[in-house]
């Protein structure tokens, strides 16, 4: 299957619960109305998409179907996916040119960090990338293997520790490791505890001084993964890491399992950080990296004919 089918039917849930709900609030309607506008705002919010966001799609629309004179449904649905498309637009390009350039995935337990690793691992190495991970998260042995897991089924080396082990000294070796193998991309897991900023914040300033040393010219990416299914905990999380941590892009997984994929609207629009990477499955393909437009015309777009498989 393509990805863009994938995607489509990846965002099923979100899309029937989010544009499938506007169709409903538009049938029958001669007149874009005051009524309709206040079922789109609640539409939104329902879809996760959060109250600002949601408020801002509503007087945008109102002025574009004002200026536009837009009266059939088409258009309007036409015009909301235009809009939304711009909102998530802008910063989700992910510059990885120096050799190496390194990415560190943080994010709290659960939310598909390891997961994600593997399956970036296996998109950069079908771009004929040499990639290393670095099993960083050594607070529980059965973390370390699955990461070796991933990495076997990825066909790329790993640097692991023993469990315990000091996650920046992980991150150290995977960096010599990195550059004495000619690695492209060096991608490290962590733990995902946070159940004190402090320790986090600790635990973080000392691998960023680490990669600042080994590797001061080189690209990188903090890639902070958020569970969509979680819905508007995500944003609560990602404002809690973002205290701590310097974040440069969101991962979000795990758009096949909800209904709740508006929340990619909340991330961009209220947060201010842009997605780079989204996840619609637990299978090693079941990642790419974040297009707007196409994210766009997945949420809105018609049945596809993968849909009826
Ligand atoms: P970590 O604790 O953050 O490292 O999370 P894991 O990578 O171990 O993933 C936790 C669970 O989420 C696993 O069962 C994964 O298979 C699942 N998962 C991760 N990403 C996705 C996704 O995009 N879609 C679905 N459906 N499941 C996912
Ligand atoms: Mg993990």
């Given at each position: 299957m393509g990805f863009f089918n994938k995607l489509n039917k990846g965002l099923k849930k979100t899309r029937d619960n989010m544009s499938g709900a506007i169709n409903s609030a538009l049938y029958g309607k001669n007149e874009i109305d005051d009524e309709f506008y206040d079922d789109l705002e609640e539409i939104l919010i329902m879809a996760d998409v959060g109250v600002n966001t949601a408020e801002e799609i509503v007087s945008r629309l109102r002025d574009a179907v004002f200026k536009k004179n837009l009266h059939r449904a088409k258009d309007v649905q036409e015009e909301i996916k235009n809009i939304v498309s711009d909102i998530l637009s802008g910063g989700e390009e992910v510059d990885?040119?120096?050799?190496?350039s390194v990415i560190l995935v943080i994010g709290v337990n659960g939310v598909g960090k390891t997961t994600s690793i593997g399956k970036l691992a296996a998109m950069f190495k079908s771009e004929g990338k040499k990639v290393i991970l670095g099993a960083a998260d050594t607070f529980r042995a059965a973390a370390i293997d699955q990461l070796e897991i991933w990495a076997e089924r990825a066909g790329v080396d790993i640097v692991k520790h023993k469990e315990g082990a000091d996650p920046a000294a992980v991150v150290y070796d995977t960096i010599e490791a990195g550059k004495a193998r000619n690695a492209d991309i060096i991608i490290c897991d962590t733990a995902g505890r946070l159940h004190n900023k402090k320790n986090l914040m600790e635990e973080l300033s000392k691998i960023y001084r680490i990669m600042d040393r080994q590797l001061p010219y080189a690209d990188r990416e903090i890639l902070l993964v958020l569970d969509a299914t979680t819905g508007q905990n995500a944003i609560q999380q990602a404002k809690e890491f973002m205290e701590a941590a310097e974040v440069t892009g969101i991962i979000l997984t795990?758009?096949?399992?909800?209904?709740?994929?508006?929340v990619v609207l909340a991330i961009k629009n209220?947060?201010?950080?842009?997605?780079?990477f989204t996840g619609v499955?637990?299978?090693?393909?079941d990642m790419r990296a974040f297009v707007p437009k196409d994210f766009a015309e997945s949420l809105f777009s018609e049945k596809t004919k993968d849909e009826d498989d």
């Open positions: 990885m040119i120096t050799i190496p795990k758009l096949d399992g909800t209904a709740k994929g508006g209220d947060l201010k950080v842009p997605v780079k499955g637990e299978g090693i393909d």
